[in-house]
């Protein structure tokens, strides 16, 4: 899979490896590593089951150890925080977006429609 985006510390030990297929792909997958670099487990991370298991409260570093990084990060306009957000492989052309607070925390998510397809072609 090559070289991976990131390389985060597991809690019990051993490394997670992140191959982000992004910022367009729609995968991102995790490889977890023991302490002698055996794989223990290998996962595609991103999903509406994961996107539901994110506790209220996280922290960036939970959102990405869970996540990998988004595919765009934003100012969340008047509000202090940001917008993180994922695109993942749906029928609807959707994405993930998480706020985090001015905390950095995880503040709650929604989907929207991704960017790439709120194209309108019709003339007027």
Known sequence: MGVPRLAL???????????????????????????????????????????????????REELLFRLGPPAEQRPAGRLPGEIWSWRYANNDCLWFQAGLGADGRYAGGSYGTDPRCDTNDRQP
């Open 9 to 59: 510390p597991r809690p019990e030990g051993g490394v997670r490896l992140v191959y982000a297929r992004g910022p367009f792909g729609r995968e991102t997958y995790m490889v977890d590593l023991d302490a002698t670099g055996r794989v223990q487990r290998w996962h595609q991370a991103l999903g509406e089951a994961a996107f539901a298991a994110i506790p209220m409260g996280g922290t």
